[in-house]
């Protein structure tokens, strides 16, 4: 693939209070997709973690859009991943005075999409 036609553009995420493992299951999916494939992807899975993802998706392509003016017709998502956050330590009330940790995790979430206006160069996902 020739450098000088592909740019990368990037969004992230950061805090969102879900655990890394439940939107790593979303992200996995949205590899090696089109913008467009990736929008109804995330569109029509039950998960709740689709939410957080479809905005950085979005706001990625926003990013595309402003920054570099490339049409949303010419993406398609390169990397998709997931890091773990802070976690949130909490302790939540017993019987007999005692307390028991709640552990609340977050995650970063972090999207690159790739322009590629040679559409023999997008990579089919099988």
Request: with cysteine; hydrophobic share 40%.
């Amino acid at each position: 693939m020739n450098r000088a036609s592909t740019r990368k553009i990037r969004a992230v995420a950061k805090h969102v209070r879900m655990s890394s493992n439940k939107a790593r299951r979303v992200a996995h999916q949205l590899r090696g997709c089109t913008y467009m494939e990736a929008l109804s992807i995330l569109n029509w899975m039950p998960h709740r973690a689709c939410y957080p993802i479809l905005k950085v998706l979005r706001s990625a392509a926003a990013n595309a859009y402003h920054n570099m003016g490339i049409d949303k017709g010419f993406l398609f998502v390169l990397m998709a991943e997931v890091n773990e956050g802070p976690i949130f330590k909490r302790f939540r009330p017993r019987a007999r005075g005692r307390g028991y940790p709640i552990q609340k995790p977050t995650c970063h979430i972090s999207i690159t999409l790739e322009d590629v206006t040679d559409s023999n160069s997008i990579m089919v996902k099988k």
